[in-house]
């Protein structure tokens, strides 16, 4: 029997992984997590012989159960291919005595492409396995990257529309014009006058309107997301920790058995919920470090045990963690309480309260933060070390660790998750390096870094600057569910 899932908040509907991805969210507003976490049902030392893409079939087939094993290698083999610019497609780098996974070698140069090259195939084979026959609307919010990947993902998938929703003040010049220059005949973006939280919060409040969906049925309309509040978004992503791990034996690192830590710049917090389910599904993990900019209400959380909301908003140079409200956390919470009743409250004393308290053992994750002046000293700290750029939010990962090991002593081995390209925040990354870039135009940052740094520019963002502005609209976060109506109409 293929494995099912279940609402964090309580809905007893079970459903397939096929009706999960679809669906993207449940109608009583919690997410889909499976029944029970598989574990690996094969010898974990058979990873160090596999490819990417042989390893991800391994892993995905225990939780995207219900598709055949020709289905998924099709989706696995259509995703996995010349899209991205190394066959190791997560290949991991030694700099500063330290070892970064670098995710970010993908069409859009952010981590969010692992994930988003699959999600498509995904999509369109759990729609027919499931006899879905209405256009579905991708509706996604974003605090920079996933919007570009979804995009560049659905551009022009038949049987879809997509529509992104970014802040506008809140995303890197470059981020902001990856977005508004894509082409495709079912592409629709949209700035906001608000934050990531603003459009995160009324993407999730369509999912569970059911006037609307009832309205957009009628039309021949079916919503889903993009976002990793979808499961076959979140799953594709354990594989590459699986994967990092053989990669730290071959290179001789560890031993096979040894456990291994793991660094995450976090914001919505699915990067390392897949690394969560990654070590519940039997990867020797010892320590997954959760680290946060600025906007550490993650931080505050695991050290404290209060998750709350009443604070400012921060915008930082590391745009895709600015976020205060983690959709994520909602699955390692149930995981956690085993109980949906107590998911569900914590949800609700959240959206009235702003704030709410449980109590995350260390043993599951633990926190750490960076502020911007210490992001910005790792840059420069890593640079002068081994000539090794990272970009902003990988720097707050790598800041964040050496704050935790020096508080610690843990000397277990480390992998930093490095989520996207410096040349996505050029400017910032320059003038971490040297001051007298503070005040480079982001664009022509792109040549200083590539200077610097002795890399081309990737062709992906080479003369962003001078293409055509496709998408101009910006709305007030009030407007959201209007402008959705509208514009499928």
């Known amino acids: 029997m293929s494995l099912q899932f279940k609402s964090t908040r309580g809905d007893k509907t079970l459903i397939t992984a096929s009706q999960a991805i679809v669906k993207g969210i449940s109608e009583d507003g919690g997410l889909y997590v499976p029944c029970e976490i598989p574990k690996i049902d094969f010898n974990l030392e058979k990873i160090l012989e596999m490819n990417y893409r042989e390893l991800a079939y391994e892993v995905l087939k225990l939780i995207i159960s219900d598709f055949t094993e020709e289905e998924l290698k099709c989706c696995i083999n259509s995703a996995y291919d010349e899209k991205f610019d190394t066959d190791l497609i997560a290949p991991l780098k030694s700099a500063a005595d330290e070892y970064f996974l670098e995710l970010f070698h993908g069409r859009t140069l952010a981590f969010k492409d692992i994930a988003l090259s699959i999600l498509p195939y995904l999509l369109k084979t759990s729609a027919k396995k499931n006899g879905v026959d209405d256009k ?14 979804a995009l560049e993902g659905f551009a022009d998938v038949d049987g879809t529309k997509i529509i992104v929703f970014f802040p506008e ?27 990531f939280d603003d459009a995160q919060t009324a993407v999730k409040q369509i999912f569970t309107d059911n006037e609307l969906a009832a309205e957009l049925k009628s039309k021949g309309y079916v919503f889903s997301s993009a976002n990793s509040i979808n499961i076959g978004r979140l799953a594709p992503q354990i594989v590459y920790y699986f994967y990092a791990y053989a990669q730290m034996v071959k290179n001789g690192s560890i031993k096979f058995g040894d456990k291994i830590n793991f660094t995450v710049p976090t914001g919505n917090f699915g990067d390392i919920l897949a690394g969560f389910y990654a070590k519940e599904m ?58 949906a009743e107590t998911t569900k409250t914590l949800m609700d004393e959240l959206k009235s309260d702003k704030k709410y308290s449980f109590k995350v053992s260390s043993d599951y994750i633990t926190g750490e933060y960076a502020t911007q002046e210490e992001t910005f000293m790792g840059i420069k700290e890593v640079y002068e070390k081994s000539g090794y750029v990272m970009d902003t939010h990988t720097a707050v990962a ?14 277990t081995q480390n992998v930093i998750v490095s989520t996207a390209s410096p040349y996505k925040f050029a400017k910032d990354v320059c003038r971490a390096i040297d001051s007298k870039y503070d005040n480079l135009n982001p664009f022509k940052a792109l040549d200083v870094l590539s200077e610097i740094w002795k890399e081309k520019i990737p062709v992906q963002i080479s003369g962003i600057d001078k293409r055509e502005i496709l998408h101009k609209t910006v709305i007030e976060k009030s407007e959201i569910k209007n402008f959705v109506r509208n514009y499928l109409k």
Do not use: W
């Open 169 to 195: 003040e809140g995303v890197s010049p470059v981020q902001k014009m990856q977005m508004v220059t894509q082409t495709g005949k079912n592409t629709c973006v949209a700035g906001i006058k608000g934050n």
């Open 136 to 149: 579905i609307v991708i509706l996604t919010a974003t605090s920079g990257d996933t919007g570009k990947a």
């Open 282 to 339: 039997g990867l020797p993990v010892n320590k997954l470090i959760c680290a946060s900019n600025d906007n550490k209400v993650l931080y505050d959380f695991f050290k404290t045990g209060v998750y709350n909301t009443n604070r400012e908003f921060v915008v930082t140079a590391s745009p895709s963690m600015d976020i205060l409200i983690s959709s994520n956390l909602e699955r390692l919470l149930y995981h956690i309480s085993e109980s």
């Open 398 to 411: 790598y800041a964040s660790y050496k704050k935790y090991k020096k508080e610690t002593n843990d000397n």
